[in-house]
């Protein structure tokens, strides 16, 4: 199991920026694909970003392309999420994930799908209003 902890959120306005970090920790096999999900209130869940490490192939959804940029620190285990440009739909709970793909399947880190992370963290709530 791996232990993912987020923080950097918080309360911004409109056009402001924000950089989300997730540091991972534990005893389970090295993570080699991170994601971004969020919730909005009355919303599904949706995929934001993912990373896979051992390249920083980077997967965005696109609604944040272009705003948001996901990067990873694999000596300090730590996945960041720069979001630039917040706009109020980016209000939401935002959650890191971990899952491990390995080489031959690195394209499937790609898939936003909540189902296929087993690693998740508590969350931390991004609100963008005036």
């Known amino acids: 199991q791996v232990q993912l902890t987020e923080s950097g959120g918080g309360s911004v306005q409109p056009g402001g920026s924000l950089r989300l970090s997730c540091s991972a920790s534990g005893d389970g096999d090295r993570r080699d694909c991170f994601g971004w999900f969020r919730q909005a209130p009355g919303k599904d869940p949706e995929g934001v970003a993912t990373?896979?490490?051992?390249?920083?192939?980077?997967y965005y959804a696109e609604r944040v392309a272009g705003r948001f940029t996901i990067s990873v620190d694999s000596a300090k285990n730590t996945v960041y999420l720069q979001m630039n440009n917040l706009k109020p739909d980016d209000t939401a709970m935002y959650y890191c994930?971990?899952?491990?793909?390995?080489?031959?399947?690195?394209?499937?880190?790609?898939?936003?799908?909540?189902?296929?992370?087993?690693?998740w963290g508590q969350g931390t709530q991004v609100t963008v209003s005036s």
């Open positions: 990373i896979y490490t051992d390249y920083s192939n980077q």
């Open positions: 994930a971990a899952r491990r793909v390995t080489y031959s399947k690195r394209s499937s880190c790609k898939e936003h799908i909540r189902e296929l992370f087993a690693d």
